[in-house]
C-alpha cells in the first residue's frame, strides 16, 4: 500500500510543478543551457516514439488485421487475396504500420516533451493556453483518424473498386498499395482536423480576426487545396476532394465560432 501511494504522490508532485511552471516566469538561460534542454527533448521523442513503434511491431498482425476491416466490410473477397509482390513485403508493410501506429500512440508523450521544452520562452498568456492546446491537438488527431477509418476510408475503397469494375477490371491490389494508401489515409485526416487548432490559436494571440477570415475564403481554399494535395496518399482527384471537402468545412465552422471566442477574451 505504502508504494503506490508514493508513486501517486510523486505523479501528483510532477503535474503541480508542471501546472505552477504555466503561471511563473521562468529565469533566462545561457544559450548552452536552452541547446542541452534540445537535446533531453530530441533524445526523449526518439526513445519514445521508438519504444512505441517496437511495441506495435509486436502486435503488426493484429494492427494489419484491423486496417484491413474497412476493405472487409465492403468486399470480403478483395481482402482475402491481396497479392504479395515482393519477397520482402511483410517486413515492409509491418514496419510501415508499426511505424504509423507508433507516431499515433505516441503523440501525446511527444507534445508533452514539446511543450515542456518552449515553456519558459513563452509569455504569461500563451502559458495559459499550452495545456489546452495540447489536450485539443490530441482530441483532433483522435477525431480525424476515427472519422477517416469509420466513414471515408470505406467510402474511398468501394469508389475505387466500383469504378474499376465500371470499366471491366478486376481489382486485384497488392499489400503495399493498400496498407499503404490506408495507413496515410488515416494519418492524413489526423492532420487535417488540426485546422481548427491553428485558427483558434491565432485568434486567441490576435494574429487572426473573423472579418480576416471572411474576407480570406478564396486564398483559405486555395492552401486547403495545396495541404491537401501535399497529404494525400494518391494523386487522383476524388482522394484530393475527399480530404479537401472537410477541412474546408472545418475553416468555416471556425468562422462561425470565432466570435465566440473573441466575446469571451474580452469577458476575461
Known amino acids: 500500500m505504502c508504494i503506490p501511494s508514493v508513486y501517486?504522490?510523486?505523479?501528483?508532485?510532477?503535474?503541480?510543478?508542471?501546472?505552477g511552471h504555466l503561471q511563473s516566469q521562468d529565469e533566462p538561460k545561457p544559450f548552452l543551457d536552452h541547446v542541452e534542454d534540445l537535446r533531453r527533448m530530441l533524445i526523449k521523442m526518439a526513445v519514445t516514439l521508438t519504444a512505441m513503434i517496437l511495441a506495435c511491431f509486436v502486435f503488426r498482425t493484429d494492427l494489419a488485421r484491423l486496417l484491413q476491416l474497412p476493405l472487409v466490410v465492403i468486399d470480403p473477397y478483395q481482402a482475402t487475396h491481396l497479392q504479395s509482390l515482393g519477397v520482402a513485403d511483410s517486413m515492409v508493410v509491418s514496419c510501415q504500420i508499426s511505424f504509423y501506429t507508433g507516431l499515433a500512440l505516441s503523440l501525446p508523450?511527444?507534445?508533452?516533451?514539446?511543450?515542456?521544452?518552449?515553456?519558459?520562452?513563452?509569455?504569461?498568456?500563451?502559458?495559459?493556453?499550452?495545456?489546452?492546446t495540447g489536450i485539443l491537438c490530441i482530441l483532433l488527431f483522435l477525431a480525424g483518424t476515427a472519422f477517416a477509418y469509420f466513414v471515408l476510408l470505406p467510402a474511398a475503397l468501394a469508389f475505387f473498386s466500383t469504378d474499376a469494375r465500371s470499366m471491366q477490371w478486376h481489382p486485384t491490389w497488392t499489400v503495399r498499395e493498400y496498407y499503404a494508401?490506408?495507413?496515410?489515409?488515416?494519418?492524413?485526416?489526423g492532420l487535417a482536423f488540426e485546422l481548427p487548432l491553428g485558427t483558434f490559436l491565432a485568434i486567441r494571440l490576435g494574429l487572426l480576426n473573423v472579418a480576416s477570415l471572411k474576407k480570406k475564403?478564396?486564398?483559405?481554399?486555395?492552401?486547403?487545396?495545396?495541404?491537401?494535395?501535399?497529404?494525400?496518399?494518391?494523386?487522383?482527384?476524388?482522394?484530393?476532394?475527399?480530404?479537401?471537402?472537410?477541412?474546408?468545412?472545418?475553416?468555416?465552422?471556425?468562422?462561425?465560432?470565432a466570435p465566440l471566442v473573441r466575446k469571451r477574451d474580452l469577458r476575461d
Do not use: H, N
Not at 504522490?9 to 501546472?19: A, N, R, V
Not at 508523450?109 to 489546452?132: D, N, S
Open 8 to 19: 501517486c504522490l510523486k505523479k501528483m508532485s510532477f503535474w503541480y510543478k508542471f501546472c
Open 109 to 132: 508523450f511527444l507534445i508533452f516533451f514539446l511543450g515542456e521544452f518552449i515553456l519558459p520562452a513563452l509569455t504569461q498568456r500563451e502559458r495559459q493556453l499550452l495545456l489546452p
Open 181 to 189: 494508401f490506408a495507413t496515410q489515409f488515416i494519418i492524413a485526416f
Open 217 to 257: 475564403r478564396a486564398f483559405a481554399l486555395v492552401i486547403i487545396l495545396v495541404l491537401a494535395a501535399i497529404i494525400t496518399p494518391t494523386s487522383d482527384s476524388f482522394t484530393l476532394l475527399l480530404v479537401a471537402t472537410p477541412m474546408y468545412g472545418l475553416y468555416e465552422i471556425c468562422i462561425w465560432m
